[in-house]
């Protein structure tokens, strides 16, 4: 998340989602890493939430800052439809590692654009991406 973030332009809501990263649990039970698998515990999932909430607010609060991050059509009034869709597939390709098919593009720029500003539209898409299965449960 936090490479994410950087090359996005949102450098800014580190500090934030650093400390929402304290809440993630221990990777290790007994000092080694012979007891991780894939499981993700709920645990995960609730630090998992707190980190995307804590850059999807960091991104929507202000308009310059959702600007950094998907670029100067973003407005206090709103942000263009196809600009949106722009932002997401580029965010969306560096969050799943992968590019996003044309129908995933829709259904988060359509869950994000259900009114509000510009920046809490870019700070939605945000919150989606980074909360999607695609990335959240992303095995390397």
């Not at 809440?23 to 894939?38: E, K, Y």
Request: proline share 4%.
């Amino acid at each position: 998340v936090r490479y994410l973030l950087t090359r996005s332009g949102a450098s800014f809501a580190l500090a934030r989602v650093d400390e929402a990263f304290r809440g993630l649990p221990s990777d290790t039970t007994d000092g080694s890493f012979a007891h991780l698998d894939r499981r993700v515990s709920g645990n995960h999932v609730g630090a998992y939430h707190a980190v995307a909430s804590a850059a999807a607010d960091e991104i929507a609060s202000a308009l310059d800052r959702a600007q950094k991050v998907a670029g100067p059509c973003v407005q206090d009034t709103g942000i263009e439809r196809g600009c949106l869709d722009a932002f997401v597939r580029t965010f969306g390709r560096r969050a799943w590692r992968r590019p996003l098919e044309d129908a995933e593009v829709t259904r988060v720029a359509t869950n994000a654009s259900v009114g509000g500003t510009g920046p809490e539209v870019v700070g939605r898409a945000v919150f989606d991406l980074l909360m999607a299965p695609d990335f959240a449960y992303h095995v390397e």
